[in-house]
């Protein structure tokens, strides 16, 4: 097809913002900060490379991912520890906040509650910004390694440690639930610690090794009492290749924080979402 006369001044509109930012509820950054100082550390656990664990934190407790030993990606689920059903809503966070998310920023949880489960309370990848190639840290963009595109492209291949099977692994053990009834609560993840875009001439989905290095972190504030499942992605540092065992693969901490009673003085977990759910009927 030809181009219409008038191509270049379609493509000239000026882009919109989908959803400003403004009208959405901020969090208290102040608060947060202030309960952080007051805060001890109750407990941590280290996934395996090629591995996932769940963790629980409990609503106003802060959890915190820490690499360890060399560079790792890890891919996160996070749950309503009450409600496995309310679980991140990747797609929404990447409308509200866009590709990548840091300090001041937020996973929501899906429909119909739709709240904040986690805020981002401090990220020692925050000065990397975007790169001249668009790419940046954590990011709500890709999905999580899975077994089933790796069959796809790779003419039936069978691996058995993408991150979608070591999260379904984790959670059918944590939960004492078979990985049947598991796999289907295995969401999207945030992509922690790895580096993202899309490339501007295709527009494909890329990933570049990571900046992350041993001592980095990015913690997080537990709105709601959390159910947490993170998996140490057989891509490494994500330079290279994925969804196999060749990549260099390192173990990730998640350490758990309680601040000081009284600390958060009288805040509360963010309500459900107030849509009414009648659809208009
Ligand atoms: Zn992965």
């Known amino acids: 097809m030809s181009e219409p006369a008038d191509a270049a001044a379609r493509r000239d509109v000026k882009p919109v913002i989908c959803y400003p930012v403004e009208t959405l509820p901020c969090p208290d950054m102040a608060l947060y900060q202030g309960a952080r100082r007051t805060a001890q550390k109750t407990g941590e656990i280290i996934v395996p490379p090629r591995e996932a664990r769940c963790f629980s934190v409990p ?19 996070l749950h309503n520890a009450q409600d496995v059903t309310e679980r991140f809503y990747s797609g929404k966070t990447r409308a509200l906040h866009g590709t990548h998310i840091t300090t001041g920023q937020r996973m929501w949880s899906s429909f119909p509650t739709l709240r904040p ?20 840290v954590h990011d709500v963009i890709g999905t999580r390694c899975d077994p089933y595109t790796h069959a796809l492209l790779s003419d039936g ?25 598991a796999e289907p609560l295995v969401h999207d993840v945030l992509n922690v610690f790895m580096c993202t875009g899309f ?12 900046p992350v290095r041993p001592g980095d972190y990015i913690e997080f504030f537990a709105e ?32 758990i924080y309680a601040p000081a009673e ?6 509360q977990p963010p309500a459900a979402n107030v849509y009414d759910r009648s659809h208009g009927i």
């Open 157 to 181: 291949g069978q691996y058995h440690h993408c991150c979608h099977s070591n999260l379904t692994r984790a959670l059918a053990d944590h939960l004492g639930i078979s990985r049947a009834e």
């Open 199 to 210: 490339t501007r001439d295709t527009g494909q989905y890329f990933m570049k090794a990571s």
């Open 117 to 136: 489960m986690a805020t981002v309370t401090q990220d020692t990848l925050g000065w990397y910004g975007i790169d001249g190639y668009g790419g940046s």
């Open 262 to 267: 009284g600390a958060l003085k009288d805040w």
């Open 59 to 77: 609503a106003g407790h802060f959890f915190r991912i820490v690499s360890v030993e060399g560079p790792q990606v890890g891919d996160l689920n």
């Open 224 to 255: 709601i009492d959390l159910l947490g499942n993170l998996s140490a992605c057989p891509g490494g540092d994500c330079s290279t290749v994925h969804s196999s065992d060749e990549a260099a693969c390192y173990p990730l901490l998640v350490e």
